[in-house]
Nanobody, 126 residues
Framework: QVQLEESGGGSVQAGESLRLSCVKS??????MGWFRQAPGKEPEGVAA???????DYADSVKGRFTLSRDTNKKILYLKVDRLKPEDTATYYC??????????????????????RGQGTQVTVSS
């Protein structure tokens, strides 16, 4: 059983930055990433990283969000820069099967079939 724990969310002004962290209980060969969900909206995969370190981002965050991980591959970071009010959501870390490819949309689509954390809230005010 893989456990994921997120941290780093908060309330910020538009244009500011945050760094979200996800600690994984064990090293696995999953596709890792983040998805977010705002109230009343569908989950949106924002970033994914495969076991080789190749990353993929949703168009809505490309150039503003950066995914990285520590050398042991047990901590996943999401640096979120130039935040906008529309980035307000609960952000979840997820580990999903690589069977469907490791791309940002799959993180949201496959999260319920893999592992996911409890989420961390990001609120951006204008």
């Amino acid at each position: 059983q893989v456990q994921l724990e997120e941290s780093g969310g908060g309330s910020v002004q538009a244009g500011e930055s945050l760094r979200l962290s996800c600690v994984k209980s064990q090293t696995t060969l999953h596709c890792m990433g983040w998805f977010r969900q705002a109230p009343g909206k569908e989950p949106e995969g924002v970033a994914a990283i495969d076991t080789s370190g190749v990353t993929d981002y949703a168009d809505s965050v490309k150039g503003r969000f950066t995914l990285s991980r520590d050398t042991n591959k047990k901590i996943l970071y999401l640096k979120v820069d130039r935040l906008k009010p529309e980035d307000t959501a609960t952000y979840y870390c997820a580990a999903v099967s690589v069977a469907y490819g490791c791309r940002a949309p799959e993180i949201a689509r496959q999260a319920d079939f893999g592992y996911r954390g409890q989420g961390t809230q990001v609120t951006v005010s204008s």
